[in-house]
Structure formats: C-alpha cells, structure tokens
C-alpha cells in the first residue's frame, strides 16, 4: 500500500495538477488545467482509519484525519504501486486507450453486454452510485457515465490513467489507483457495485466477491462475471503463458504485442468466405496463441478486428491468475455472502451473476 503516516514523506512530481477545496465536502475537486473538475466523492475514505481527507500543504497528495497521506499523480490518487499481479494490464490498457470504446468502435458492444448484466435496462444505475472495481481503459465507465451514474472507478493497475483521460470530463466521475481488497470507500455505500472481466484474474475469486458486497447499500446490487469451466485453453496458449509470467512485466507485455500483431496478419488472410478458408481458420483456431475475434465481432471490421485480437491476446497471456469458476460455485458463494435476488446463468466471458443485498425487516416494511 502507497499510505505512510503524516512523518513520511509523499511521493511528489512536478506539474502535478493541485486540488480545490470548498466548504462542503462533497464539493472537494480536482482542477486539471483546461479539464472538467474531478470531483471527491463523500465515499471515499482512508483504508486504515475510515477517515475523510483533506489535501495536503503543497496540494500534490491527500491526508485522512489521522494523518495518512495519499499521493496524487498525474490526478490520480494512488493508493497501490503499480508494480502488483496487474502490472501487465495497466500497460496494456496504457498502450490501446481507445479502442475498446463504444465511443471510438461506432458499435454498442459494451453498452449491450453492460445492458445484458444488468438485467436488460441501463435504468437500473440512472442517478444511482456505482463502484465500478477493475475499471480498466474506461469502455464501461463511459457507458455508465453517459446512463446517468455517478461513478466511483478504481483499478489495480496504473490503467487509471488511459480511464481518465478517457471519462474525466464528466463531473460525475471519480477514479482512484486501488486494490479491491482494501478499497477506499465507506462500506454500505453504493447502488450497484459492478465488477466484470476482473474477478477471475484476482488472487481468490471467492474473498474478491466477499468484499465487494461489503460496499452494497440495503438493496443495492452486485454485478460480476468469471471465467468459466469451458474457457478456452489449447496448448499454445497454456505453453506460452508459463514461459511469458516468469518474465518482467514490460518484457512480457513486449514480447506478446510483437507476437500477436505478427499472426494477426497470417490470420487476417483467412477473414473472408472463400470456399475452404474455414478449414484453415479452424486449424489456426486451434493451433495458434492469437484470441482471433473474427467470428465473434466481424461488426468490427479488419483494421479494428486486428487491434482487439492483439488487446484480448495480450489480456489471455499474461493475466497473472487465471481462475474458472461454473455457475453453481458462483450461485454458491453470492449466497454464503448473504445476498439475495441472485441469478447466475452461463454468458458472456463465462459466467454472468447479479444478486441483491437483502433490506433490513423495517425497510422491507417500509
């Protein structure tokens, strides 16, 4: 953890963008010059004591009432180093900012699957507060911005920065550099918490879970998804991956881009319906360690369709944990947590689940 006491001294960099404040707590913001203001959201609170903060003298790191401090880099208070089990994704995410949006794509891939998750209606986070954990380059941040939540965005990885060049000009967002298991939000106090693409790739998919029910509200609503039993695993990939995780995060990250922009090419020559081409495509599908999205998202087009098979490529081969979970076990561990409501049913990456925090007898009364 990136948290010393008031004695330590914080991190500071030049040119670091200072912080406002106001009488009012929920008015405390960030002022990037020539940006919309990031504004500090009554949730958040030191790890250790549960405390508000405040910005420090020099305005380049927050304090909590007992005098913890929090630097902020490039705008971004940083609760975690980047150097974590999620180094290679904060590259990755760094690398490819863009093209994972709906904005950037002209489709409505991540707006839909948002949709799907949610039960069918984006109205289910409209005005409401969403923790959105493990948010990654921002393709559901900015679907839930532009439905009308407020959101409290985090990630383990230093690709904070590519979410928040890619969503801070909304004025009701807020995004931190932090760890799931120790995240800096008062508990009890979010509408929805939504968790997808991450929880698989955590240290223990069932405590990960656990903890993120800790910031429901009475009612609120959890949304996760995990890699199944049936995700894909040939040889190449399983071979590749344990040779690429015994190496530093920027080596890996280097030597799987070249690889994967290098097949791209040999598989982009099979992306047409010319007579046999499907035989050869198979054989590739099989065989080759390139994640070829071809069949999955030909809406994409080549250029675009090349790009996210390298991302995705990239994502499969150097996520330090990769755990699989079936809908049972996922159904299992939403009820051992006390939640209720709960629906889990094979989708997407894998598993999908939603399940509700139960009211307490006098507001189910109410």
């Not at 004695?7 to 960030?30: A, E, H, M, W």
């Not at 190449?236 to 991956?241: E, Q, T, V, W, Y």
């Amino acid at each position: 953890m990136v948290i010393s006491r008031s004695t330590s001294t914080c991190i500071s960099v030049p040119g670091v963008n200072k912080l406002k404040r106001t009488d009012q707590d929920s008015d405390r913001v960030f002022v990037p010059p020539g940006e919309s203001a990031m504004t500090l959201p009554p949730e958040l609170r030191c790890v250790i004591h549960q405390r508000q903060f405040s910005e420090s003298g020099d305005r380049s790191a927050l304090i909590c009432e007992e005098g913890c401090r929090v630097p902020v880099v490039n705008n971004i208070p940083r609760f975690v180093s980047s150097e974590n089990y999620a180094a290679a994704f904060g590259l990755q995410w760094n690398v490819f900012k863009k093209q994972m949006l709906d904005s950037f794509s002209g489709t409505t891939i991540f707006r839909d699957r948002l949709i799907g998750c949610l039960g069918g209606s984006l109205d289910v986070v409209r005005n409401k507060k969403v923790l959105e954990v493990g948010c990654g380059a921002g393709p559901f941040t900015e679907v839930l911005l532009s439905a009308g939540a407020t959101v409290f965005a985090c990630d383990l990885s230093n690709a904070v920065e590519a979410n928040y060049e890619n969503c801070c000009h909304s004025s009701k967002y807020f995004v931190c550099q932090a760890d799931v298991y120790a995240l800096p939000a008062q508990p009890n106090s979010f509408d929805v918490v939504l968790c997808l693409g991450v929880v698989q790739h955590t240290p223990d998919p069932e405590k990960t879970i656990a903890t993120l029910a800790r910031y429901l509200k009475p009612d609120g609503l959890l949304v996760i998804d995990h890699y199944s039993p049936s995700y894909p695993r040939p040889f190449s990939r399983r071979i590749l991956r344990a040779f690429l995780l015994r190496l530093p995060s920027s080596l890996t990250t280097k030597i799987t881009l070249g690889l994967a922009r290098t097949l791209v090419q040999v598989h982009k020559l099979t992306w047409n319906q010319r007579r046999g081409v499907w035989r050869v495509r198979r054989f590739l599908q099989f065989h080759s360690p390139l994640v070829d999205q071809y069949d999955d998202l030909p809406q994409l087009g080549p250029e675009l369709l090349g790009e996210w098979s390298v991302v995705i490529t990239h994502d499969t081969l150097t996520d330090h944990y990769k755990h699989l979970r079936s809908v049972e076990q996922i159904s299992a561990c939403l009820a051992e947590c006390g939640l209720t409501q709960i629906e889990t049913y094979y989708g997407g990456n894998g598993v999908e689940a939603r399940a509700r925090r139960p009211m307490s007898k006098v507001q189910a009364k109410a």
